[in-house]
Structure formats: C-alpha cells, structure tokens
C-alpha cells in the first residue's frame, strides 16, 4: 500500500534544491523523511499518513531528536488548479502539520522544510 523513507541526513544525502535547503539552515536534523510512497490504487485514503505516523513511531524507539520533512505546499498551487497524488512524493504541508510539525521555510517553488522533535520511546 505504502511507505515512508526515513534515515539520519548521512544515510540520505541527496536532496532536491540543496541550494536554498542549505542556505536556511540552522543546524542538521537528527532524521530526515525523504519520500512518502503510496500505491496508486489507495491513495486520497490516508495512507500516506499512517506511514509518516508509523516513521516517527520508529524513530522514536530509535531515539528520537529532530525531524524534518519535506512536503509540498499546496498553498503555493495556483488558484483552482489541483496536483496530481502522483506528484506529492512527500505528502502535504498540511499532512504535516496535523502530525504536529511546525513549518520552518520555503524550499523550491511548491515544498517547505518542516520539523518535528520527537521525544525518545
């Protein structure tokens, strides 16, 4: 149905508009969530949030400290004009926020960084 990839910032290195990720950054997270996969016969049912759930779950038993995600910013799309589920690799800001992350900046035209510290199991 789905997954989420997740790992400490060596693990995954690579990451899109690096440029303007670097120059707004205050310091590295302790986890990064890179992709949210969602088969495309059960998306727009939730999914995608139960794997960002079941990812901060597991960092969690493996310590905890600070997330940071990458979702798309549909606030950014313009007016009445709606992306496709194939292109929202990361799920959405506001998927995000209700998983209790706060958002720190922009990131690229349509994603943001977003954080989250997760307190250890």
């Known amino acids: 149905m789905g997954w989420a990839e997740y790992g400490p910032p060596e693990e995954l290195p690579n990451i899109h508009h690096r440029q303007e ?10 986890h990064r969530i890179t992709c949210i ?10 999914v995608a949030a139960v794997a960002l759930r079941g990812a901060l779950d597991l960092i969690a038993q493996a310590g905890g400290g600070v997330v940071e995600g990458y979702p798309h910013d549909m606030s950014k799309q313009p007016e ?10 990361n799920g959405t800001r506001k998927m995000y926020e209700d998983a209790g992350f706060t958002y720190e900046r922009a990131k690229g035209q349509k994603n943001c960084v977003m954080t989250r510290r997760i307190a250890s199991a």
């Open 37 to 46: 996969f969602v088969d495309r016969r059960h998306r727009r049912r939730g």
């Open 21 to 30: 990720y670097e120059s707004g950054l205050v310091g590295p997270p302790d």
């Open 80 to 89: 009445g004009k709606k992306m496709s589920s194939s292109f929202l690799y």
